[in-house]
DNA sequence: AGATTTATTGACAGCGCTGTCATTTCTATC
DNA sequence: GATAGAAATGACAGCGCTGTCAATAAATCT
């Protein structure tokens, strides 16, 4: 037989509700008897019913991580950040993949948060731009956290590391490497982040005064194949590039594979920057140089965002999490003889 | 405001418990009465409230997925197919990683589920086979569905790949291209299906007359890293392998690099074989030999077992999922010449 | 037709907790 | 020492649903 509450009050000699204040943290409890009531459920081993929590205070104690994202290191991250923040606070996390392919992913939102009314939802992108979704949920009054948004919405905290300052820092890492003539190999479209690490890009090449050539610029989607395709493009120029960034590390890996297969030496004959730091970063050889987000921290401050909002006092708009350029083997100085 | 079973039963005329029937799809109500609640829960759209439900009927429609795992492509397969089931189900997927380096993954389980009452529990590798778990689970009575496990337990369903036969497979392949001196790099220890693996290997060689040479065994971790350090053992014997099987597509994956970094050419000179299908095996240059395992089969089959408990008569103690050889770059036919 | 079984429906309590508000006990004040 | 005010505690309803069991309607059998 599963202890109640009920059990804990008479063992403790107080009422229900008391041993309700102490189990909640609510104030106006005397400490000889919060220390009773402590030591009833202790020995007693209670520990309380989540459902009738829920029924009783209409909260849910789940937090939902809602994500259509292909990368499974990525959601990996996420998910471990989240979920400490959960345990910390008798929370639990509840995923739920989606399909933005699919015609109205707001529908399919609606109808799965009429069902099970979380206390918060955690947006990761592209979900996190989507208008749709984002209507929504505030029709629904759920609050939710945006990881890396676009958007900027009122009162809404979101995530976000900055990607313009990671962009500008590699490519700026590459141009004092000696590169001039770097290639850039955009990410999907739809994610927002594409754009800001190609603004970063710009940003250096600017900065150091060097001339953004339009031809040194790939389209790609983040995956494996867009990036042999996009390093087939730029390295079959007549004059290509000497270094090559791309958005992330799967295009890079991409790169790096066509490199090899050209017989293009890296690093030694084309220096290539990844994106995301994932464990193919390590895996491939040479070693990926990459910039690591700090995706289990922004997983880990969205879902306590949502368990602890901050007062109307302290709110930030934004928490800003600290990305680290990781140098590996695949940059390299460029030898000014061989330009 | 949230419509309520009371507010249907209002709109169709009948009492509140007619409509649960309805809505739980239980016998014994009218074909007319049940058009009519059906027809008034779509008009007031109406969705149940699951902690109320939870409560009254003591189930929590919650899943839990127990996992202790590394790969994040694995946890990913394993989370999408557990999610389909699901979802067809109105059951909702809550995970949570544990990590059984600390002393005793029992305790903690025991406290996540006193607080956490799931339906059911789905354990991957390596908890499956970790009997303190096992026993809080016997205690709680907490139904659960271990995948790949090699404790068999009676009364309980498994899911599970024939990872002998699968393994058998690769070897066989690999005997069948004319190669003799093959290579096997082992799994984790603590993972069963290491063992298995190996099992299929050695049987393999024995159906074909061929010495299990112990020097042309390598321990490995599953890790990259080990299988660079198993590589760098193997390749570096007087009389070297000319095909490894790595029993990992990661641990395959340093074999390559080590092969590449010593100028050794694979396939030609070097077929090598890997286990998983993970995404890598594809970014891979040259593409990777490998074994596609059913982990989305399995996670499906695993909730769905959990949501639908099969009746005492038609119950089988484990269900078997195919899984495939995919022969991409990495092997080819040994040149006898060459040997 | 009347008796008996079976299918269909409803009334109501109660799952375990919290919110509200009433009550009691303490503390500070003059 | 009486009194106002604050702090501590408790009584009780009710969150939205399902289980139990009783009541009614329909079907089947002599």
Known sequence: MKTTITD???YAKVSMKTVSRVLNNEPNVAKTTRDRVLQAAKELRYSPNL???GLASSKSYLIALLYDNPSPNYIANIQKGAIKACRDNNYYLVIEPLSMVKANAGDEVEKLLERLPVDG???TPPLCDDRDILRILRKLKIPYVPVAPTIEVNGVSSVKM???QASYEMTDYMIRNGHKKIGFIKGHSEHSASALRFEGYKLA???ANLKVNESFIAEG???FRSGVEAAEYL???KESPTAIFASNDDMAAGVVSVASRLGMEVPNKLSVGGFDDTPLAQILFPQLTTVKQPIYEMGHMAADL???PPSKDDELSSYHFEHKLIIRESTNTQNTLDN
């Open 8 to 10: 804990v009050a008479k």
């Open 51 to 53: 459902a009738a929590k």
């Open 121 to 123: 939802v955690i947006l």
């Open 162 to 164: 900055d990607d313009v």
């Open 205 to 207: 090449m600017k900065k």
């Open 221 to 223: 989607d983040f995956s």
């Open 235 to 237: 390295l079959g120029l």
């Open 306 to 308: 949502l368990i602890n």
